[in-house]
């Protein structure tokens, strides 16, 4: 059985997956709009995989005897300034949900909740890999700078990139 201060900070991590989700399904439609083929089809899978997130906790939580709170959407940004703008944008939101899941993990431990700490674990792994994807691709934007070539280059090429093995 979950205790409800944890139940709580499960339910605002929730809402944390479900507008990462809706974000990157901005940024992908921005793309899509501007003809960056590759880089939409990045952020829509990137967006896909924010849900699966949501569920994974959302399942959880009722499993434990908790209720899932299925939440309000943010309305998220129309317009990108550029590519570099939107993986920095990528980038500062996934420090900012690490941020929010090592409070999660630190309640558990507080509440000597161990099993949401485990299974916790598992979205601190992934935020290690998206933050580290994130940054990578930013090296990669940043060597291009305005270089057309080289971004239709960086389109095609993201194809290959996957957001997570997960
Ligand atoms: Fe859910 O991993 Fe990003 O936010």
Same mark, same amino acid.
């Given at each position: ?65 908790? =209720?899932? +709170? &299925?939440?309000?959407? %943010?309305?998220?940004?129309? *317009?990108?300034? /550029? !590519?570099? @703008? ?6 500062? =939101?996934? +420090? &900012?949900?690490?941020? %929010?899941?090592?409070?999660? *993990?630190?309640? /558990? !431990?507080? @509440? ?55």
């Amino acid at each position: 059985m979950l205790i409800s201060e944890i139940e709580k900070v499960l339910n605002e991590q929730i809402s944390a997956e479900a507008n990462s989700s809706q974000y990157y399904l901005a940024m992908a439609s921005w793309a899509e709009t501007k003809g960056f083929e590759g880089v939409s089809s990045f952020f829509y899978n990137h967006s896909n995989e924010e849900r699966e997130h949501m569920l994974k906790l959302i399942k959880y939580v009722n499993e434990r005897g908790g =209720h899932a +709170i &299925v939440p309000e959407l %943010k309305k998220p940004p129309k *317009v990108f300034d /550029c !590519l570099a @703008h939107v993986f920095q944008n990528l980038l500062d =939101h996934e +420090i &900012v949900v690490s941020k %929010k899941i090592n409070l999660v *993990v630190d309640l /558990c !431990l507080k @509440h000597k909740d161990y099993t949401t700490h485990n299974f916790m674990q598992w979205y601190v792994a992934e935020q290690i890999e998206e933050e580290a994807l994130a940054r990578m691709i930013l090296d990669k934007l940043k060597l291009i700078g305005d270089d057309k070539g080289g971004l239709y280059l960086f389109d095609r090429d993201i194809l290959q990139i996957k957001v997570s093995e997960n």
